[in-house]
Structures are given as C-alpha cells and as structure tokens.
C-alpha cells in the first residue's frame, strides 16, 4: 500500500502549539501546491479518484475525517483527527474522504500544480491502471 502515517513533531509552549511544515523535511517531497477542504456538507463523500503521478500530504487541521485507501488489491481506513499526524498517500492509491465532522479543516500539501489529466476518476480504469503497473513491477524483477 502506497501511504504511511507520519508524525510531525510539534512545538509547544505554554502559549500555545505551533507546527511547521517543510520540503523534503518532515515533508517528504518538494511542495507545489496547498489547498484545503473545509465547510463539507454532512454525510457527503469525497475524493474517489487516485493519481496517476502526483503524491499529496494530509493534515487535518481541525476536526476529523475519515478515509479509505485502496491500492486495487488492498483496502484500509484511516480516521484523521489530530493535527500532528499528516497522511502521505503515493501515486495510484484510490481514496475516498468520508464522515466530515462539521468543523473539520483538510490541508493537502501536493508535489505538483493541479492538472487534471493526472487524476483517474473511473474505479474500472483504476483498477485496470493498477493491474498494469502491479504486472510492469513484477516483470522488472
Ligand atoms: P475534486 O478533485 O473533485 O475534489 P475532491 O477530491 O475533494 O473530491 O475537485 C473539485 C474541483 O476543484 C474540480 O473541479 C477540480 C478543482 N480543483 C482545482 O481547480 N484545483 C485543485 O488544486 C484541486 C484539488 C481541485
């Protein structure tokens, strides 16, 4: 499965916490866009699409939401509700964004400018597309 749950350290004080986000550091890859998902109407879902390149970072900056991973074979759920914990989820990983809570804030930090050509919006050609690569990576071998 092409995601993995990082861990961003936080500073705290007794003012306050604060979080900082940086290329290559605690974010592992270079930062062309950011763009955020708020004000969601209740019970909708989102995202279900994957990318046939780009690689995103998600940070829940308030409330919680829920996703779940597919890379074609695999599924998994994961509930963002922290802000400390940022999801990175790789090319060609089908997600679906669900249970929004009503105050809930996503910050996606992306590798690259949006271009829709790069998103793959049709379940059947995801699973086409991951049969493929799956198929190019064991004749690799
Ligand atoms: P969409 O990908 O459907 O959002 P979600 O994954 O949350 O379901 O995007 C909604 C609209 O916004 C769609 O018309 C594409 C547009 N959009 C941009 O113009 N720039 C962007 O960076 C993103 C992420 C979406």
């Known amino acids: ?7 961003i350290q ?3 004080d007794q003012r306050g916490k604060l979080i900082s986000l940086e290329s290559l550091k605690n974010v592992p890859f270079e930062i062309r866009r950011v763009f955020f998902i708020f004000d ?10 994957a990318h046939r390149t ?4 998600i940070i829940c900056l308030n409330g919680s939401c829920y996703f779940l991973l597919d ?20 090319k060609n990983m089908w997600r679906k964004m669900y249970n929004f809570s ?13 271009d829709e ?3 793959i919006r049709n379940y059947d050609e995801f699973l ?8 190019e990576t064991e004749h690799k071998k």
Do not use: W
């Not at 499965?1 to 861990?7: A, D, G, L, S, V």
């Not at 969601?40 to 699409?49: A, P, W």
């Not at 780009?54 to 970072?57: F, L, M, P, T």
């Open 128 to 135: 086409m597309a991951s049969q493929l690569s799956k198929h």
């Open 117 to 119: 050509k790069e998103y």
């Open 10 to 12: 936080k500073i705290g």
């Open 1 to 7: 499965m092409n995601y993995k749950i990082i861990h």
């Open 40 to 49: 969601t109407v209740k019970n909708i879902s989102r995202g279900e699409h």
């Open 54 to 57: 780009s690689e995103q970072a």
């Open 71 to 90: 890379n074609g074979l695999e599924k998994a759920e994961i509930i963002l509700d922290d802000p400390q914990m940022m999801l990175y989820i790789g």
């Open 102 to 114: 009503g105050n809930c804030i996503l910050m996606v930090l992306a590798n690259d400018f949006y």
